[in-house]
Structures are given as structure tokens and as C-alpha cells.
């Protein structure tokens, strides 16, 4: 395995071709620790020269509901009552503080992403 940083664009398409030969290598081989160290220079060349910022608020509470199969009903308990859960995922309304509290206490969405500001 030979590991070098990643310096520009054409050493991450490098990268990313390694990683699709390699990615679903069985843990404990070296393919595996290889997949895992290029993982990691990729996120922190990404992180260094792409700005995505923090998630839309609507779209990391999208996000979270198809992460936990949820539905818009199972978001009553953070949110409020259906119509105000459709406001809020139709971007009609925005989130008040106490709906990103119990959004975030109860589905463990990031403060960052909830208080951020919607694209």
C-alpha cells in the first residue's frame, strides 16, 4: 500500500478510482485499513478546499426521517401538529427555538444544521 496526501483535484479522482475497486474489501485485510486511510485524506482534502457548509434545516430533517423510516407524523412530538409539520417541511414555516431543541433532544439532528440558514 502506497499512501500519498492528495494536492489537487487529480490526485482525488485518483483516489476515488482506487476506492471503487476497493471499497467493499472485508475488514481486517489490508485492502480494508488502505480503503480507511484514503477515506480519511479524501475527507480532509474535501474539508479543506470544497465549503459545503451546514446542511439546509428541512433537508437534514428529510435526511434524519429517511435515516429512521420516519413520516411526517412521527415528527408531531418535536414539531407540532401535522399542519404545522407540513409548513415547516414545505418551507411555508420556519423552525421556532423550541422545535430545534426537541428536534435535535429527540432525533439528534446537529444544532448547526437546524439553526442554519435554508438555501
Known amino acids: 500500500m502506497t499512501i500519498k496526501p ?5 490526485d482525488l479522482r485518483a483516489v476515488f478510482r482506487r ?6 474489501a472485508e475488514e481486517q485485510t489490508p485492502e480494508a485499513d488502505e ?3 484514503l477515506v480519511t485524506l479524501v475527507e480532509a482534502y474535501e474539508s479543506k478546499h470544497y465549503d459545503f457548509g451546514p446542511a439546509d434545516p428541512v433537508e437534514a430533517i ?8 420516519l413520516t411526517a407524523r412521527d415528527l408531531e412530538p418535536f414539531i407540532g401538529p401535522s399542519g404545522r409539520v ?8 420556519g423552525l421556532s427555538l423550541r422545535m430545534v431543541k ?3 433532544d429527540g ?4 444544532y ?4 442554519a440558514q435554508a438555501q
Open 6 to 10: 492528495i494536492r489537487n483535484d487529480d
Open 19 to 24: 476506492l471503487e475497486s476497493i471499497f467493499q
Open 35 to 37: 480503503r480507511d486511510v
Open 62 to 69: 428529510k435526511f434524519r426521517m429517511e435515516q429512521q423510516g
Open 86 to 93: 407540513s409548513e415547516v417541511l414545505n418551507r411555508k414555516r
Open 102 to 104: 426537541n428536534l435535535h
Open 107 to 110: 432525533l439528534k439532528i446537529p
Open 112 to 115: 448547526e444544521s437546524l439553526l
